[in-house]
């Protein structure tokens, strides 16, 4: 095997190993917070202005710059900003 195969291998190991442990991580850091509701909920609860641009948008832009495609976030997204809309608290 050659150095670029090997860097490849082992690249793909890598970040197959850290994908495992960031999902191990989030769910058990979630459990540690109990009852919680995320800062837009709460928003969007008082009627508050949301921040669905900097939250949300963001990430549907990343993979737009990466050329990875968003279905969930693209979904998410649209939902999101109709129910703000609806209830007074975006645009």
């Not at 832009?61 to 495609?69: A, F, H, I, V």
């Amino acid at each position: 095997m050659g150095c670029k195969q090997a860097h490849r291998r082992h690249r793909g190991n890598l970040l197959a190993a850290t994908k495992s442990a960031w999902h191990e991580l989030v769910w058990w850091g979630a459990g540690d917070v109990g009852e919680h509701k995320t800062s837009m909920l709460q928003d969007l609860e008082r009627g508050r202005s949301m921040e669905i641009d900097a939250l949300v948008m963001a990430v549907q832009e990343l993979g737009r710059l990466t050329d990875k495609p968003t279905p969930t976030i693209d979904a998410v997204l649209a939902l999101l900003r109709r129910l703000a809309v609806e209830r007074g608290c975006y645009g």
